[in-house]
């Protein structure tokens, strides 16, 4: 936020008022509030990012809309399918902008990637697959909150949710279709270890396109790309499914006029696409382009993270129940 061209961070709220005014601090923000109705009655506030844990995302989404301010809202959007379509409803009823923190969907080399699928180089999507993986050796920034070994806050999954929801809303943005149906395997899902540390999930998309993902943070120097299969060609998204900023790079594969191989290399600027959502909510606001992921993308992936997780439990192929809001 501070780093964004258009945007500049007001105030914090935090459930223990210490860290909040802590983090205030050491980011510069004006207000360390002490109250969340303190944080939504303050005027000069445009726009709320909501960072609490999963299962309170919908609490506090929903009172931001009512309290007509714009919403990003960190993934996934919401533990339900239900919660994730009374927040779209309270953002529609209320005039507000609603963004979900799939900050794949601002990656340069990713955005690249879906542009050149989308204009049909490689012909028709047949199969991708993803990986995102955090390894053990997590670093500092990236602090394990107790609740996140809380199954409840979680929403059910573990690198589930805290990794492989980003996979499945990229696998979604590059093939440009929907999930009807998927498969998943996890080292989780029982009653003595009910969260997932890794999982495996095969989807199946509209037109018959085939996906495998893997999230977890059980092992180190993961290959965290991104490979989309064509009819006609191969895009492969080089360290691109991640959280580090700034790198990256695309190698699209084809046939030639003469009936060989064509190869080029895609480096594109790489900005840092954290910086970049914060500026396309601004911009968004501000009356320029749409923002992605909106609302509706929010909830396709909470549509699809509930059917994995039921597969997890059941252990059987399960259809993805689509709905509106």
């Not at 899902?189 to 997932?196: K, M, V």
């Not at 095969?202 to 009819?231: K, T, W």
């Not at 959280?243 to 080029?264: D, F, K, Q, Y």
Request: proline letters at 4%.
């Amino acid at each position: 936020m501070n780093a964004a061209k258009n945007a500049v961070l007001r105030g914090v709220w935090s459930q223990d008022p210490a860290r909040g005014a802590a983090f205030a601090e050491r980011h510069g923000a004006e207000l360390a509030y002490r109250s969340l109705a303190e944080a939504l009655d303050d005027r000069d506030v445009d726009a709320v990012f909501i960072s609490t844990p999963n299962a309170l995302h919908a609490e506090h989404a929903i009172a931001a809309a009512r309290a007509g301010k714009h919403i990003i809202v960190e993934k996934p959007m919401a533990v339900s399918a239900d919660e994730a379509r009374a927040i779209v409803r309270a953002a529609r009823e209320n005039g507000r902008h609603l963004g979900v923190g799939y900050h794949m969907r601002h990656h340069s080399v990713l955005r690249e990637a879906a542009r050149i699928v989308t204009a049909g180089e490689i012909g028709d999507v047949v199969y991708t697959t993803a990986a995102f993986v955090l390894h053990s050796f997590v670093p500092s920034t990236i602090p394990n909150s107790p609740w996140k070994s809380d199954a409840r806050m979680m929403g059910g999954g573990g690198a589930l949710m805290g990794m492989g929801v980003h996979v499945m809303d990229t696998l979604r943005f590059l093939v440009g279709r929907e999930v009807t149906r998927v498969a998943a395997l996890s080292d989780g899902q029982s009653s003595e270890r009910p969260l997932d540390r890794l999982s495996q999930i095969c989807l199946e998309f509209e037109g018959g396109a085939q996906a495998h993902m893997m999230c977890s943070g059980r092992f180190p120097f993961s290959r965290n790309d991104a490979v989309i299969y064509g009819s006609r060609g191969r895009v492969i998204a080089y360290d691109s499914v991640d959280m580090n900023a700034g790198h990256g790079h695309l190698e699209v594969t084809t046939p030639n006029e003469h009936g060989g191989i064509s190869a080029r290399t895609v480096r594109a600027a790489v900005p840092d696409h954290f910086v970049a959502e914060v500026e396309a909510f601004g911009a968004a606001i501000a009356g320029g382009s749409p923002f992605h992921a909106d609302g509706i993308d929010g909830l396709r992936a909470v549509e699809i993270t509930s059917a994995a997780i039921a597969s997890l439990w059941e252990g059987r192929r399960v259809a993805v129940e689509r709905s509106e809001p």
